[in-house]
């Protein structure tokens, strides 16, 4: 794989442990090469302080759901 590799962070907002799982995800994800990005309301409910603000027309390398089951519905 060549290039930056962009992964999206999503978190379900009502599981207490969302946060802390997302937080170090995006650490070992930032200090391993890869980009983060994340909602406006993701990142301020899961409290991302290193991801970049997602925009529609950025498709992600990878999604990472955190605090649920994997299921995407929005």
Known sequence: MTG????LVVGHAD???A???ARRAEDWLCD???RVVAT??????????RADV?????TPSL???VG???TVLR
């Open 32 to 34: 391993n090469g890869c």
């Open 19 to 21: 946060g802390v799982l």
């Open 68 to 70: 649920g089951d994997g």
């Open 54 to 58: 997602w925009m529609p027309d950025l």
């Open 4 to 7: 930056e590799r962009t992964v």
């Open 63 to 65: 999604a990472l759901s």
């Open 40 to 49: 406006d309301d993701d990142r301020r409910i899961l409290g991302l302080t």
């Open 15 to 17: 599981r207490p442990d």
